[in-house]
């Protein structure tokens, strides 16, 4: 592991060496890493691959929602510095400059480490975490399986559905080597973005499979967020997003029981309860994947059961929601923000945000977290993953938005971000 994380490392200093270009004009900051300290002077620069008459407009944003410079300039033919600035607090900083031909943008974030949940740990935290593993690991254990056809000899893939405390079952797709010995194999749970429709949102047999084949096999399962039936006609779907997921991630708010990310958490652990107790799981690794929900899901993985071993969360959601409360946007889906009785939040969220679920934990955390996110705001991934107390890789991404990078930003992204995490999974599921 200690080469992992070397490797790593070198690839985020690699990241620092790269500029942000665009075929009209070039944005750099001082480091491109988009990392300060407090107190270190940020600037950022101009340049145009040739002179243009159009206004260069720029707009800065300081913990994505507080305006602190917006301004028009006319372009010089030499490098121009349209931003310089010092902090001498934990924030975000993001700068959009736009031309006629379009715009880039580009994100920083200072003292990162410092950066703290904006709720307080509740007191019964850890009791009420344990009630609720009492109830659900009471209830015993029922298991429905249904073998799905596959082209892939030497694996079985099963549809699968877990009783739960509720309110829904887990459901998802389970794949695995036939014929491993016992105590074997790692565990990999995938876990998915927001949407309840979209074919990102649902399990798949290719899913479950293309991990199973990694190293020399492993337990995967593919676990819808929401409890879904599987390999059910688009209309099932576009009717659960219309009707009974409808906003799903703003119900409940003012009650802990009805809040909806409890469902997704208790199937969340009811799902590794199931995969711990294959006879081929190894003992050792426990691997979760996700990106944006999927994202969070995989952290509150590793805060609900140490024995999750590592992460990968690709810009997660479900962050420090209460960074709404201390003048930073909380992270998605910014539940603050919206209607209801604030202090009743108060007393709900902070049991299900990955800010304080990640307390104590100690999984290795490899976590992508994009500077000029307004999604999942990088404040509020810091303010989580400074939790944790394993070992953590990070990699910022100054110009990454919460959607994937343009075709021209991969050129840099691909070599020293996508590819790296790939490889951590696949070198952890050697």
């Known amino acids: 592991m200690k080469t992992l994380l070397s490797s790593a490392f070198l690839l985020v200093c690699t990241l620092c060496t790269l500029s942000l270009q665009s075929q009209d004009f070039a944005l750099k900051q001082t480091h491109e890493s988009g990392v300060y300290r407090k107190g270190e002077k940020i600037q950022v620069t101009y340049t145009a691959s040739q002179v243009s008459s159009d206004s260069l407009y ?78 659900l690991n009471a209830l015993r254990m029922e298991v429905k399986t249904k073998n799905m056809e596959i082209k892939e000899p030497g694996f079985v893939c099963q549809d699968v559905e877990i009783n739960c405390t509720g309110p829904k079952p887990a459901r998802g797709y389970f794949a695995k080597p036939t014929n491993a010995a016992v105590r074997s194999l790692p565990i990999v749970l995938q876990v998915h973005a927001a949407g309840v429709k979209g074919s990102w949102c649902r399990s798949e047999v290719a899913n479950a499979l293309n991990y199973a084949k990694k190293g020399k096999g492993a337990l995967c399962f593919d676990l819808n967020a929401h409890g879904m039936l599987n390999g059910q006609p688009d209309e099932y779907y576009a009717n659960l997003e219309s009707g009974e997921l409808k906003d799903y991630y703003i119900q409940g708010l003012e009650d802990r029981e009805n809040f909806y990310f409890r469902g997704m958490y208790l199937r969340l652990i009811r799902t590794l309860e199931f995969l711990t107790r294959q006879p081929e799981w190894d003992g050792k690794r426990i691997i979760v994947i996700g990106e ?139």
């Open 58 to 135: 720029i707009k800065v944003l300081k913990n994505n929602n507080q305006l602190l410079l917006k301004k028009a300039v006319l372009p010089t033919a030499d490098a121009m510095i349209i931003f310089e600035s010092e902090f001498k607090e934990p924030c975000s900083v993001m700068l959009e400059a736009r031309q006629k031909a379009g715009k880039q943008q580009l994100g920083m974030i200072v003292s990162p480490e410092k950066l703290k949940p904006g709720t307080k740990y509740p007191q019964d935290f850890e009791s009420y975490w344990a009630q609720e593993k009492l109830v």
């Open 292 to 430: 944006s929900q999927g994202g969070g899901q995989a952290l509150a993985a590793a805060g609900l059961d140490h024995r999750v071993s590592a992460v990968v969360a690709t810009v997660p959601a479900m962050c420090d929601w209460g960074g709404t409360l201390v003048n930073r946007k909380g992270g998605w889906p910014q539940p603050f923000e919206h209607q209801g009785d604030k202090e009743k939040m108060k007393n709900v969220l902070p049991y299900f945000d990955t800010a304080h679920l990640l307390k104590n934990a100690e999984a290795i955390l490899v976590v992508e977290i994009g500077l000029v996110d307004q999604t999942c705001p990088s404040t509020s991934v810091y303010a989580a993953i400074n939790q944790a107390k394993g070992k953590k890789i990070i990699f910022p991404v100054p110009y990454r938005e919460h959607g994937w990078p343009n075709a021209e930003q991969r050129k840099n992204w691909d070599p020293v971000v996508f590819n790296p995490k790939n490889e951590f999974v696949d070198n952890y599921l050697k």
